[in-house]
């Protein structure tokens, strides 16, 4: 997944849950500027960070990423 790509998937993730970044950012145990730049696209997570969001929103991992489970 292209980093555009899986910027909108947290923002719009983000916004679907009702949260600020500084909301999310403190779930998360990052400042709002790091979750700024996951948001535009400028920084790419590592596969703990991306659980680390998933987990903050709620979610499941391949929801967050557009995986389908298993495949």
């Keep these: 997944m292209d980093n555009d790509h899986l910027a909108l998937r947290i923002r719009a993730f983000r916004k679907l849950k009702g949260l600020t970044q500084q909301q999310l950012a403190d779930r998360m145990g990052v400042s709002v500027a ?3 730049s996951l ?3 400028t920084r790419r997570p590592d596969s703990k960070l991306m659980q680390r ?3 903050s929103l709620g979610i499941d991992y391949d929801e967050l990423t557009g ?3 298993g495949a």
């Design 67 to 69: 995986n389908e489970p």
């Design 39 to 41: 948001e535009r696209g």
């Design 34 to 36: 790091v979750l700024g």
């Design 53 to 55: 969001i998933a987990e």
